[in-house]
Structures are given as structure tokens and as C-alpha cells.
């Protein structure tokens, strides 16, 4: 699977976009970024592996504490491309505005 399909599929996940909300605050322990939510302890180890897969968390381990750290390079990289189709859309909204002016024009004219 190619890096942008990891990272869709690590973002399709509301637990995990949470997780990654948490984050955006700073680094934290598994049991710190578990506490809001009614999951044990594996459940959470696995999202944060699908996090990991998609190079959107590292982790650092210190004596028996695992520390994740957000990393936003794949973030950056699902921002540029959402934004050349942001980019389509508003010209193409553009052109349709143009046109829908031209036949609202055109109705007036017809009018008179």
C-alpha cells in the first residue's frame, strides 16, 4: 500500500484522529493517550500501530514507559494533495457561476 492509502486508512478511524488530536498538544504515554477513552490497554496498542505503519507516530521507550510523539510529515503530505483538489473544485465552481450569471443574464435580457 502506498503512503497516502496508510495514512487515509490510519485517518478513516475516529479513535486514531483523536489520538493524533492528543498529540497535536505534545508527546504522551499509551496509558496517558488511553485515558479518554472505554478501551483496554491492546485495543489502543493496535491503533497506535496502525498510526506507526502510517509514519504518523513514533514511539521512544524509557525504562517501562512508551512516550508517542506525533509526526506530521504524512500529514503534511495528505494537506498538499487535498489542496490541489480544493484547487479543481473552486475553478470549477468558478465556471459554474460564470455560467449560471450568463443564462441569468440571458433570461433577463429575454424579457425585455
Known amino acids: 500500500m502506498d503512503q497516502l492509502s496508510l495514512t487515509f486508512h490510519a485517518l478513516a478511524d475516529p479513535t486514531r ?3 493524533l ?3 497535536v498538544k505534545g508527546d504522551a504515554t499509551v496509558n496517558e493517550l488511553a485515558e479518554p477513552f472505554d478501551l ?17 507516530v513514533s514511539q521512544t521507550r524509557e ?3 512508551r512516550h508517542c510523539h ?8 495528505v494537506a498538499e494533495w487535498v489542496w490541489n483538489y480544493r484547487t479543481h473544485w473552486e475553478e ?3 465556471r459554474l ?3 449560471l450569471s450568463d ?3 440571458a433570461s433577463k435580457a429575454s424579457k425585455n
Do not use: C, G, N, Y
Not at 490497554?41 to 504518523?56: C, D, Y
Not at 506525533?70 to 503530505?77: G, I, S, T, W
Open 103 to 105: 443564462i441569468e443574464a
Open 40 to 56: 483496554r490497554l491492546p485495543t489502543i496498542s493496535k491503533h497506535l500501530k496502525v498510526l506507526q505503519e502510517a509514519s504518523l
Open 17 to 19: 484522529r483523536a489520538i
Open 63 to 65: 525504562a517501562q514507559r
Open 97 to 99: 457561476d460564470a455560467f
Open 70 to 77: 506525533l509526526e506530521a510529515k504524512a500529514l503534511k503530505e
Open 92 to 94: 470549477s465552481f468558478d
Open 21 to 23: 488530536m492528543r498529540l
